[in-house]
């Protein structure tokens, strides 16, 4: 099985970037759909990007434009690249794994297999 592991979390001023990557281990990333999902203190796991086996990307509407996902194969790394971040972005970021071939994003926070999280805060 996979095993993930986030880094790139940070502290930043509304409107910085932050670049999230998530290293696979254990297994080919390309066996999976793979995705981002978050969850800030209180709320419920909100789903935000994946990119699937077939190298479809897919967003919430709450960081389309800003966000993009992308996967190096031969690094077997997921990574998030934030860009206008806003205070409302602030939230524990998960990576997460499916071994299936299409995905969503909504279908992120449910994925099989999860990294420990890596911390985004934005201040304003």
């Known amino acids: 099985q996979v095993q993930l592991v986030e880094s790139g979390g940070g502290s930043v001023q509304a409107g910085g970037s932050l670049r999230l990557s998530c290293a696979a281990s254990g297994d080919s990333s390309t066996r999976y759909s793979m995705g981002w999902f978050r969850q800030a203190p209180g709320q419920e796991r909100e789903g935000v990007a994946t990119?699937?086996?077939?190298?479809?990307?897919t967003y919430a509407d709450s960081v389309k434009g800003r966000f993009t996902v992308s996967k190096d194969n031969a690094k077997n790394t997921l990574y998030l690249q934030m860009n206008s971040l806003k205070p409302e972005d602030t939230a524990m970021y998960y990576c997460?794994?499916?071994?299936?071939?299409?995905?969503?994003?909504?279908?992120?926070?449910?994925?099989?297999?999860r990294g420990q999280g890596t911390q985004v805060t934005v201040s304003s």
């Open positions: 990119f699937d086996r077939g190298g479809r990307t």
């Open positions: 997460a794994a499916e071994p299936r071939y299409y995905s969503y994003y909504g279908d992120a926070p449910r994925f099989r297999y």
